[in-house]
């Protein structure tokens, strides 16, 4: 795929959606960093509802770890795996008391330093939080990327690294949010929904489906 449809497909993105964000729900960094770590294997919408109690109570790396293991549980037993996601969110709240003042850290380093946080979940972090040109790999993105001609590659840091190297710099910092939701909704796994899709006529998937 060339410069000029890599712009126009970007281009059209921002116009349908010119301020794109996450559609988990929060209000600090530390409540994203919980949801983000909530939302492996689970939907947004599945998370939206754990976290609108549980912030409601505890919305603070103190006040998480003063809930304890089982109080935290008991938030959280809606989402997959939520036993492993305890463990590691009272680990995290942890770290960030004693060695970041209970501030969420800025760097990808400190970030990936915290339990449940890999590249991922750090790039989210950053882009979403921090307003850095990050790009998160999911496998929306993932499918969006090789199935449009974006980027493609084999991996999610394959993928991530060519999208941040080929995503014109005024759409970097967006990007991540326009295909996580370009896939979610229109450029699905199973049934793309070609015929509706507003960039189509810059895609270069082959086997455009039809309604």
């Known amino acids: 795929m060339n410069k000029e449809k890599r712009t ?80 590691n969110i009272i680990k995290t709240c942890r770290i960030l008391l004693e060695e970041h003042g209970g501030e969420v850290p800025r760097s990808r380093e400190d970030l990936e330093r915290l339990p449940g946080v890999g590249r991922k979940t750090a790039n989210v972090i950053l882009n979403t939080a921090f307003g850095e040109p990050t790009i998160a790999v999911d496998t929306h993105i993932f499918r969006v990327a090789n199935r449009t001609g974006l980027a493609k590659g084999k991996t999610p840091l394959e993928v991530e690294k060519r999208l941040v190297k080929l995503t014109p710099e005024e759409f970097r910092k967006d990007a991540h949010h326009w295909l996580i939701l370009h896939g979610r909704y229109v450029c699905k796994a199973r049934t793309p929904e070609c015929w509706r899709c507003p960039i189509v006529g810059w895609c270069e998937y082959r086997r455009k489906e039809r309604k």
């Open 8 to 87: 126009a497909i970007y281009s059209r993105l921002r116009e349908l959606n010119p301020h794109p964000t996450t559609e988990l729900d929060y209000r600090t960094p530390f409540e994203l960093l919980v949801a983000v770590i909530l939302s492996a294997q689970a939907t947004d919408v599945g998370v939206n509802k754990a976290t609108a109690k549980l912030y409601a109570a505890a919305n603070t790396p103190q006040a998480i770890v003063d809930l304890g293991i089982t109080g935290l549980k008991s938030y959280i037993r809606t989402i997959g795996l939520f036993n492993n996601k305890a463990e």
